[in-house]
């Protein structure tokens, strides 16, 4: 378990440190990743998903965030799309999830 919240602690300081936008927000999801994912278990986003939208059950904003944030994570692992106008504001989502 210590080394989990070590590893989350790396990535959101990664994040910040990030010069480039894209790389903060990939920063970010891999911090949510690594608190969702169990060890020796593989990516599941459907369980990244759940498991980190369960800990907002009552915050239905912060669920909808991820929700956004999911989509822009897809768009740029699989096409290599984000948008740079929206960027201060996808990862202040993050930010705020974290």
């Given at each position: 378990a210590r080394y989990i919240?070590?590893?989350?602690?790396?990535r959101y300081s990664e994040a910040l440190d990030a010069v480039e936008a894209r790389l903060a927000f990939l920063?970010?999801?891999?911090?949510l990743e690594s608190l969702a994912i169990q060890d020796g278990e593989g990516i599941n986003m459907k369980t990244v998903m759940?498991?980190?939208?369960?800990?907002?059950?009552?915050?239905?904003l912060l669920r909808d965030l991820l929700m956004t944030c999911y989509d822009t994570r897809n768009a740029l692992v699989h096409r290599?799309?984000?948008?740079?106008?929206?960027?201060?504001?996808?990862?202040g989502h993050l930010k705020s999830i974290a």
């Open positions: 919240v070590t590893d989350a602690f790396l920063s970010f999801w891999q911090m759940n498991r980190i939208s369960a800990l907002f059950s009552k915050k239905e290599g799309i984000f948008v740079d106008d929206f960027a201060d504001e996808e990862i």
